[in-house]
């Protein structure tokens, strides 16, 4: 089975992580002591040239004078929303996750664009993934070290994304439940689950703006809405753009079923009890420090000291997850149904608007063709008063072509035949009038002849261009 996360983790679907240098690693630990109800969450920047020395650090300090134990560690990937810079450098990131056993699970995260797995067991390490392309890839380990679990996480995540989880980490999460092997997939589900909630509210608003604007709805509370503004096929692309986060939502929700039902199935596996080795007096001293104790599901043990005993009132982290993942779950319905709704909301508005652009464009048209029909009136009076004007022309046409001929010197009036008193000569102008009108003439039309071909084969040239 790991042969073929490797074989799917060698193609990535995600963009390429390319960050040559970076001088700093954004990085959340997360310390739990037995006898406090909640942990502590220490959010920090450490410098690349100390990574080793932060690796070796010790899996327990005091913190505000009570020995506390570290649960988990997350390394934060890619651009951080406060500072606009991304880390961890690339030769880094590769470095953390061979020390963490995470270089496979990580792999095959970037291959998926949506999804939670978990890879083989190796040893007393358990690896998991959860990917939501483009917006979060995570793996993680959970480790069981001298009786103490701490989880390793590596998680790419940018923008909102990277807030809400941070918002999500620094809520007061009790020990046991932080020490859970779930709990990475926990806050993914939380995180998504709140992006989900978002989401909706900003959508209905819009819809609501729209619906002020179209009509199309039966609320008597909507008279204070402020109508959408903008013409309607801007609105139209806006209902379009709804359905399309809509959609985006399905799947997101789709994702947060399927990590709740990876974590109710993976719920038991934290159910061993913390392991503890045999201790001197003064390690019994000292022993709240040595070995903290954190919450699991207890298990009796007869050969415990007293002084071993815990409140096993306390709810166990198999417990804690079940009874989250019961909640979230509900949640993740009701999203669904409130999801469902609000996309039958988009569609009546997106099929409000599309009658009302028809409409629109029906009256428009109608405005159209109302001024084509004058246009076209007005031609034919146009027409009929060129008409008109030609049989004038045509009328005078002939008298003034005989005065104009006339009043040219082509002949000689003076002129008398003999025994008649009548006669008109021509004069040698009128045989050059011929001489040059009729050739003009005749090349005119030639012209015109050699310009009508040429169009004629170009039209056809162009058709064949076409066809080809």
Partial sequence: MDHLHQHFGSRSVWEKYDVSNALTINV????????????????????????????DEAPSKYILAHPHTRLLRLIWVGLDPATYRASPSTRDLQRLLATWDLQDGYDYALSCFAGVSALPTRGDTRVFTVTYHPKLAMSWSHTVSDGVPCTQVVVFAEGEERTELLGALKSKWAPSLVSHPMFPAFLCSLMLSQEMDTTLDDIKGTVREVEARTGHHRFTTRRQTRPAAGELGNLSAQMSGCAA?????????????????????????????????????????????????????????????????HDDNRPSSTTLVTSYHALVAHRTQMQTVDSAYVQQRVQVQIAALFHLIAQQDNAIAFETASATRSIAKDSLRDSSSMKMLALVAMFFLPGSFVAALFSTPLFVWDGEEPGTGIGVATRPQFKLFWAVAVPLTVLTFVLYGVWIVAQKRRERRRLRVGDV
Wanted: net charge negative; hydrophobic share 35%.
């Fill in 245 to 309: 986060k809509l959609a985006n939502g399905t799947r997101k929700l789709q994702v947060i079923e399927s990590l709740n039902s990876f974590m109710l199935h993976h719920a038991s596996v934290q159910d061993t009890p913390i392991l503890r080795k045999p201790r001197s007096a003064f390690e019994k001293d000292q022993g709240s420090f040595l070995y903290p104790r954190i919450h699991t599901k207890p298990i009796p043990n007869p050969s415990a000291d007293d002084n071993d005993e």
């Fill in 28 to 55: 959340t630990e997360i310390w739990g002591n037995d006898e406090a109800p909640t942990s502590v969450v220490e959010s920090k920047a450490i410098s690349s040239t100390i990574i080793d020395n932060w690796l």
